[in-house]
């Protein structure tokens, strides 16, 4: 299911909750990033046809979420916030929503066990969920997003408040899940669990949308030259490799480190970059092991973006 | 001509809501029922509709030696010291009480309760927002709690009619028990379409407004209080309330007359409705009001 966003614009009353954001969102896994307070939590509730934009189009697969009520069946919704009837236990709860997706009683009892087991909650799932860790809760609230197999899966901070195996467990099924071509829109301010899951990003700030694409792309389109790490290099070839890469015009500048036997070359070239320097080095006959661009990780794409504004 | 293919497409809806209200309706109402009775100012409101039967248990056992009777066909028939059958004032003390506490003042009450209990609360432990990524009509979150908030409220109102009924009318043995239950179930006819009318009325405040409490009892104070003994009073739920029970004791044969229960206008004509047409008024202001409140709800962003 594709999810377009065309010049959306959402005011609360004098203030602007996101402005001018186009965004295509296709089957796979999608992410939006930001800081707290950056519109993340507004564009996700307009594609769930839970708000209205004040200006600008949202349609899912073409149509407009916050009227077709029977689109709503293809969602799937995980909020940030905790959202549960507290009485219930997380068995009962997962099987209320399977109801209103009009399973009967004994089909959405068996489905509702069959998730919740899966997701670890064999033995918690028949208690209340008022007794539940933030953990179980989380996975309970996955449970309930995912049970009924939805084609748009829409995750808001779904690490949040999750122990180490719980975020592994959801990567996991995450990815699961994209395979099986479901859209997965999933937002967060960790950006390590992102970058985890997928290159495929949304960037937003203030509101607005920084960047949009993949991060390798976006990146790119930052004219600011990025540096490219080569370890270990042989210390006699050290300066060899350094003075025979300053010959390339993509090259910048290299820094050499002897201690670390690492070399540092920075350029403002595009992914080209890892194609053309494994040409150079079989030619110089020089083994290294790894090529990396720590700058490339999405802290730093972010903190180039917004000129180092923190994230929370 | 784009009303015109909503209203086509109007039994189609209708027969998508029916096919799935088996699977629909039993969890929504079960658990709106759960949620109303272990609301503690539910209990707080069935505590103060107990006073008046505690009243009348205390009444009854003070004054039991007192009582004095008469034998007809060998049935006891209790009778006070001019010799009058006792379950003629006893059945008015019901009325009277059921008319002035319950009908006109404490199922108000519930109905503003139950109805912020069932929609608002929603709102507020954010619920509202997974109900609303689900596949079902605004139209049928607010009738199923609507239909789960009048169970409660008949349920409630209606036992207590009885158990009040009941320690009203003992003074009077099984023959005025028996007599007069005509007015018990004019007195839970009334509860009945009270419920239905003021859940539905309640339940479109909530729907549009955050805080619909103030609303709901300016809405009590001022239209149903002050308008409904007026000119205008024909629209006001209180007016064919009323009109039911004037229309059902005349019926019974007792003395009253429209004045009691405000039923004339400023020119001292008689205003009562039909009870047949007040019991329709009633369903059609109940069902338009879901209508209205469906709109709210669909239309409320967050």
Known sequence: MKIKLEQVTKNYGNVQGISNISLDVDKGITGILGPNGAGKSTTMKMILGLSRPSRGIVTVDGKDPFYDWQLKKNFGFVPEYDCFYENMSGLEFVMYFLRMHDFGKEEAEKIAREALSELGLDEAMERKINTYSRGMRQKTKVARATVFDPEVLVMDEPFQGADPTTRMLLMNKMTEWAKKGKTILISSHILHDVQSLTDNIALINNGKMLAHGNRHEIRNLINVPRPISIVPVKNGNLRKLAKRLLDEKWTKATAINEETNELTVETTQTEDIYLEIPKILQKEKITVKKIYSEDDSLDSLYAKLVEGRQWK | ?302
Request: hydrophobic share 50%.
């Open chain 2, 1 to 302: 001509m784009e009303i015109m293919g909503k209203i086509s497409e109007i039994p189609e809806i209708i027969q998508t809501f029916a096919k799935r209200s088996k699977n629909v309706f039993p969890p929504i109402v079960k658990n709106c029922v759960y949620q109303l009775l272990v609301n503690k100012i539910t209990w707080v409101l069935v505590a103060l509709l107990l006073l008046p039967c505690i009243l009348g248990m205390i009444i009854y056992y003070q004054t039991d030696d007192q009582r004095q009777f008469q034998e007809s066909n060998g049935e006891k028939i209790y009778v006070d010291s001019e010799g009058r059958p006792t379950h003629e004032d006893n059945r008015e003390t019901f009325l009277d009480i059921s008319d002035a506490f319950v009908i006109s003042f404490v199922a108000i009450i519930m109905a503003i309760i139950f109805s912020s209990e069932l929609i608002n609360e929603e709102f507020e432990n954010k619920t509202m927002q997974l109900l609303r990524t689900t596949p079902i009509h605004p139209f049928e979150i607010l009738l199923y709690r609507y239909v789960s908030g009048v169970i409660c409220m008949f349920g409630i109102l209606g036992l207590n009619a009885i158990l009040f009924y009941y320690t009203t009318m003992m003074p009077s043995g099984t023959h005025g028990i028996i007599e007069n239950l005509d007015v018990l179930l004019m007195v839970l006819q009334v509860l009945f379409f009270e419920s239905l009318a003021f859940i539905a009325i309640f339940c479109v405040f909530t729907a549009y407004l955050e805080k619909p409490y103030l609303v709901g009892i300016l809405y009590w104070i001022i239209w149903e209080s002050f308008v409904s003994g007026q000119n205008y009073q024909k629209l006001t739920i209180t007016h064919y309330l009323n009109s039911i029970l004037f229309d059902s004791t005349k019926a019974m044969g007792w003395d009253v007359a429209a004045s009691d229960y405000n039923l004339i206008n400023s020119k001292e004509e008689i205003i009562a409705t039909e009870p047949l047409t007040a019991m329709i008024v009633i369903l059609t202001v109940a069902v338009v009001a879901l209508i209205i409140g469906s709109r709210g709800l669909a239309n409320r962003q967050f």
